[in-house]
């Protein structure tokens, strides 16, 4: 079983950063808007004990059989207005990853999730470090890329906001790892979707920027209940 505390240690060094004084008693910088959207906002706003938000899971790799799976997350408990525990169902069959259930979240666990499965992915085709990948997505959101969009929920126009992130496109160690440099990923936030993501998406173009390497997707579809 995969804890939750584990997968977020290094992602979520950010935050721990950015709320304590370097010696001297200088304040490290305040977090900016994209680091507050997606480590610091309380997602999961209005989302009521026994509510199950499910997420459809896509994913196309060159040389491999494309497949489609879901992602489920059920809220077994609300603390505050802030805070929930929640159990998860992460992929099915031999994909399936076991996380830990988390206590006490506050944000959706969902964001971690999908970078940890994609982090995963880059360390077992490259054979480079878990915590290598971990740390050069983290730091990439101190200069990511944040827009207002439209998206389109059940017939409806949605206002959303984009945060979009290329970790290693200038990332000093890219020679060990050349096929990843123009890798993005995308994250669409809406406070009128349920659990307050509606899409992550990483996507590595092909060889000269030609076709797809790679492209993974999650993607909101409903909100359930347990009762």
């Known amino acids: 079983m995969l804890k939750l505390s584990t997968v977020t240690a290094l992602i979520a060094l950010i935050v721990t950063r950015s709320a304590i004084a370097v010696e001297g008693g200088a304040p490290t910088p305040e977090l900016n808007p994209a680091q507050q959207l997606f480590f610091m906002d309380n997602h999961l706003r209005g989302v009521n004990e026994g509510s199950i938000l499910d997420y459809r899971f896509s994913s196309i790799t060159e040389g491999e059989e494309p497949f489609t799976d879901r992602v489920r997350m059920i809220v077994t408990a609300v603390e505050n207005e802030k805070k929930r525990s929640i159990k998860f169902d992460f992929l099915s069959g031999a994909r399936h990853i076991d996380f830990t259930p ?108 030609e076709g797809v390497f790679s492209e993974e997707t999650l993607t909101f579809s409903g909100l359930g209940s347990e009762t």
């Open 102 to 209: 988390a206590t006490g979240y506050v944000g959706n666990p969902v964001l971690i999730h999908f970078l940890e499965y994609d982090i995963k992915q880059m360390a077992r085709e490259t054979g480079g470090g878990s915590g290598y990948f971990r740390n050069v997505i983290r730091r990439s959101f101190e200069t990511s890329l944040m827009r207002p969009v439209t998206i389109t929920f059940e017939g409806n126009t949605l206002d959303a906001t984009e945060i979009v992130v290329k970790p290693f496109i200038s990332d000093s160690n890219i020679d060990k790892f050349r096929a990843y440099q123009e890798k993005q990923y995308e994250f669409i936030f809406s406070n009128r979707i349920p659990g307050g993501v509606y899409r992550m998406h990483s996507l590595v173009p092909g060889a000269n920027g």
